[in-house]
C-alpha cells in the first residue's frame, strides 16, 4: 500500500506496519528527502520516492508529546512564575535590576572569567 499524505513540517505521522510515530521536521528540496523525529526520539531521513511507497498515515500529536525529550517532567513543562506578560515586553530592559535580582556570584566564578 502507498501513502496519498504528504510530508508536512511539524505534523505526526503513524508507520502501522512498524507501529512507529513520528514527525516530520525538515524537507530538504535538494535532495528530495524527508527528516523525521521518532516518539523516542531518534532521529532518520526518507527519500521522497520510499516515502510515498510507505503506508503512512497523518495522526493527531501524541497526547504525551515530550516522548523524545529526556528526563522531563509533566511540572516543568509550565514553569511556575515564567509567564510573560504585556508590561514585560514594553519596558527597558534593567541590566543592573536584573544583576541585582539575580545576587553575587560565588568566588569561584569570578575567578574562572579573570584568567
Not at 499524505?5 to 528530495?32: C, G, M, N, R, S
Not at 493527531?60 to 504585556?86: Q, S, Y
Amino acid at each position: 500500500m502507498t501513502s496519498e499524505a504528504d510530508p508536512i513540517i511539524d505534523e505526526w505521522y503513524h508507520h502501522p506496519e512498524k507501529a512507529q510515530k513520528f514527525k516530520v521536521t525538515a524537507l530538504d528540496e535538494h535532495t528530495a528527502s524527508v527528516e523525521i523525529q521518532y516518539f523516542d526520539g531518534t532521529l532518520g531521513e526518507i527519500d521522497l520516492d520510499t516515502w510515498y511507497q510507505l503506508d503512512v498515515e497523518r495522526i493527531e500529536a501524541p497526547e504525551d508529546w515530550t516522548g523524545p525529550m529526556d528526563n522531563i517532567e509533566k511540572d516543568d513543562l509550565n514553569p511556575v512564575g515564567t509567564e510573560m506578560r504585556r508590561e514585560d515586553w514594553e519596558a527597558p530592559y534593567q541590566e543592573v535590576d536584573e544583576k541585582r535580582r539575580a545576587g553575587a556570584r560565588p568566588p569561584e566564578d569570578e575567578e574562572e572569567e579573570s584568567a
